[in-house]
């Protein structure tokens, strides 16, 4: 099953309100809204795209070990993830399929990495619940997502929401801030020139990993 049918099946059970979500419809109307406001903002239209260079980053791991986007393309080609935090069902899902593929991108020579706000407690956490053996990296404030074009403040009305939920972002994120990031692929060639980019301000959307390996392939070529 492709991971866009698995997380299609995981929305349709849960806008069902079947356990053990079991969330009235006025909340689903909210979420519904918050992300046509987002993909009306055009803001994914002005994200990184194929072609830009790559904003040089250095972010750590859960163990606090720092980890530069230099040192990575000085490896091979490099795919980046921008996930929500490890309390994102559809986040989860993309996880477990990357990880699924991450033999294919070995086999071309590249590293993958994942960046999200959360801090490193619950980075450990992903990587335990979604068995990984990639890097998650912290990324505070969304600094990193911001320059990539990614970062957005979430609107009053879905803060609210997120509350009432117990969904305290500032406690996973130590973060005062309610901001995320648009979930986004990229894969960078050694020479720091973005390939490919996907940016989906529907949460619910993810591109397929293996959409990825022509540009994984192309940018082998290119360090060949």
Request: include cysteine; charged fraction near 20%.
């Amino acid at each position: 099953m492709s991971l866009q049918s698995k997380l299609d099946a995981f929305k349709a059970d849960f806008e069902a309100g079947k356990p053990p979500y079991k969330v009235p419809y006025a909340v689903i109307e909210t979420m519904h809204r918050a992300t046509a406001e987002l993909i009306a903002s055009g803001a994914a239209q002005r994200a990184l795209k194929a072609g830009d260079e790559l904003p040089a980053f250095m972010l750590s791991d859960p163990e606090g070990n720092k980890v530069s986007s230099d040192d990575l393309l000085s490896k091979g080609p490099l795919v980046i993830s921008f996930y929500r935090g490890v309390w994102c069902p559809y986040c989860n899902m993309e996880l477990q399929a990357l990880q699924e593929a991450l033999p294919q991108f070995k086999e071309l020579g590249a590293s993958l990495v994942a960046i999200s706000p959360q801090n490193p407690v619950n980075s450990r956490k992903s990587v335990r619940q979604n068995n990984l053996s990639f890097p998650i990296l912290s990324d505070p404030h969304n600094d990193v997502a911001a320059a990539f074009g990614l970062r957005f403040e979430m609107p009053d009305y879905l803060i609210d929401l997120y509350k009432s939920l117990k969904n305290d972002l500032p406690a996973f994120n130590g973060d005062p801030s309610w901001t995320l990031p648009m979930p986004a692929r990229f894969v960078v060639g050694q020479d720091g020139v973005v390939l490919y980019a996907e940016v989906n301000p529907d949460y619910t959307r993810r591109p397929e990993p293996e959409d990825m390996l022509p540009a994984l392939r192309r940018a082998a070529s290119l360090a060949a």
